[in-house]
């Protein structure tokens, strides 16, 4: 099986959608971000911090390019990996890109609980972090879109909707997959 890429704005559940994919369908997952700190034995944090955001986006790249490789994976992505290069492209051209998407209000209230994991919005307070997810959205949303298909991610928040939500992907993409 080719792979499927997870793409979508941090917090959408590419995560935890890919994981419980991956258990349903018998492949392997791959968090695209877990995945570069284990090869770099380095934290995202530490990275962004070390080589600045474009030698991030560099490291990036070369990782989505050596996962793209594989078969029978699950990868989700970091929010920010189909904005940068060719990386959209690739993985539409490597295997099945889905959007995964969610609305603001669960994206806010998702991030605001974890947000001190995340570079990117650390040191935001509420009303910051609204605005940044509404502007940075508007941003990457264009590069979203370019996934083949799209999903939605808002039901992801217990075990339930979880399992109701790994069928209903099954359901829509096993057929373009050659799995039931």
Known sequence: MRPI????????????????????MGVGFIDLDHYIE??????IAQLWSERGEAG?????????HEVADMED??????????CYFDNV???N????????EASESRLFARLAINRSRRPLITDLDDDGLLRFIGESLATRLPHY???QH???????EDAEQISETVERFVAEFGPLLGNK
Do not use: N, W
């Open 5 to 24: 890429f997870l793409i979508g704005y941090m917090g959408s559940g590419k995560t935890t959608l890919g994981r419980a994919l991956s258990r349903r």
């Open 38 to 43: 284990g090869r770099f034995m380095r934290t």
């Open 56 to 64: 991030f986006r560099d490291v990036e790249r070369r990782m989505l």
């Open 73 to 82: 994976v699950v990868v989700a992505c970091g929010g920010g990996t189909p």
């Open 89 to 91: 492209d690739h993985m």
């Open 93 to 100: 051209e490597r295997g099945l890109t889905v959007f995964l």
């Open 145 to 147: 879109q370019r996934a």
């Open 150 to 156: 799209r999903f939605c991610g808002d039901r992801l």
